[in-house]
């Protein structure tokens, strides 16, 4: 694995290409460009018949470096990187940070090529991909490139053990929010291969990562419980609530339900009857209001709302 750190502080575990594949690549592609070069070869050379021999050296010259220089630039930077070979093999051209290359970066190779694999017979290019620790011929050096492998074997996903059936449902109110992903994943590389480990060293870890997830969880330990399997059936109580949060069905938006009002196919209204209008009515006329004998007189009230005592 090759530990590129990009400008985010990202780490990108690339594998870069060794010798044999990258042989086997430019081998494909020189097999390509050299039976291109050969057909238009013929066709120029019908093509350029009634011209002078500096005509037609001039018309080969320019067609050997087209199809041997321009074709694998072209090739390169349009295909980011991919060529024929390099997709046979699974292959590919990045830039030093992980990105794509651009044109730049095979224009650069595509020149040292010539020198590194064309005049010297690739032997520039073996030993330079020898010495180098990533495999880097001089091109790769000059253009700031690495060639890597996207293909890479997919690595068998060992299952964790399940705990016990006594401890089934013993954690079910832990609090595991505080616990990070670096620990989780600890904790599970050493499930998946506790029983590859040495029997004191295995206990050891288990004790030392039960230990950690105790302190995370801020809960006491349980007792007679064994570090492993306390491991085990955490483990499986993260699981089981990560399924049930994933299939949980989705919750009914606020404010809908009968509650709210809402229904799904509103009734019709039924049609207005028009209401029958009473006869005006004459106001009557206003009672006499009895003389009453003269007394102190009262007070308005106040516009607090209280009235005053009598």
């Known amino acids: 694995m090759s530990g590129l750190v990009t400008g985010d502080a990202v780490v990108l575990g690339l594998r870069p290409a060794r010798l044999p594949s990258r042989g086997l690549a430019i081998l494909l592609d020189l097999v390509v460009y050299v039976t291109g070069y050969v057909l238009i070869s013929v066709g120029l050379t019908m093509a350029t018949a009634s011209l002078d021999e500096a005509a037609r050296a001039a018309v080969g010259v320019a067609s050997f470096l087209l199809l041997v220089v321009g074709v694998p630039i072209a090739v390169e930077t349009l295909s980011h990187g991919r060529s024929l070979g390099k997709l046979a093999c ?3 051209v990045v830039r030093d ?4 290359i651009r044109f730049r970066h095979a ?8 020198v590194e694999l064309i005049l010297t017979f690739g032997s520039i290019a073996c030993i330079a991909s020898l010495v180098s620790a990533r495999g880097r011929r001089l091109g790769d050096v000059f253009a700031g490139t690495l060639v890597v492998r996207e293909r890479v074997p997919g690595a068998r996903v060992m299952p964790v053990p399940p705990p016990p059936p006594w401890l089934a449902g013993r954690f079910a109110g832990l609090d595991l ?16 291969r506790m029983n590859q480990l040495d029997p004191q060293v295995g206990a050891a870890m288990a004790a030392r990562l039960a ?28 699981q089981s609530r990560d399924a049930a949060r994933a299939f949980r069905p989705a919750a009914a938006p606020a404010g809908a339900g009968a509650g709210a ?6 009734a ?41 005592p009598a």
């Open 261 to 266: 009002g809402y229904a799904p196919h509103p």
């Open 97 to 100: 940070d992980g990105g794509p």
């Open 177 to 192: 929010s505080a616990v990070p992903d670096g620990l989780w994943l600890a904790i599970r590389q050493y499930l998946t």
């Open 268 to 308: 019709p209204m039924p049609p207005a009857v028009p209401m029958p209008v009473a006869a005006p009515v004459a106001p009557a006329a206003p009672a006499p209001v009895a003389q009453a004998a003269p007394t102190t007189p009262v007070q308005a009230p106040r516009a607090g709302g209280f009235a005053p």
């Open 90 to 92: 699974g292959l590919r």
């Open 107 to 114: 224009m650069v190779r595509g020149a040292m090529g010539i």
């Open 211 to 238: 230990d950690d997830l105790v302190a995370r969880t801020g809960a006491p330990p349980p007792a007679g419980v064994p570090a492993a399997a306390f491991l085990m059936a955490v483990v499986h109580e993260r």
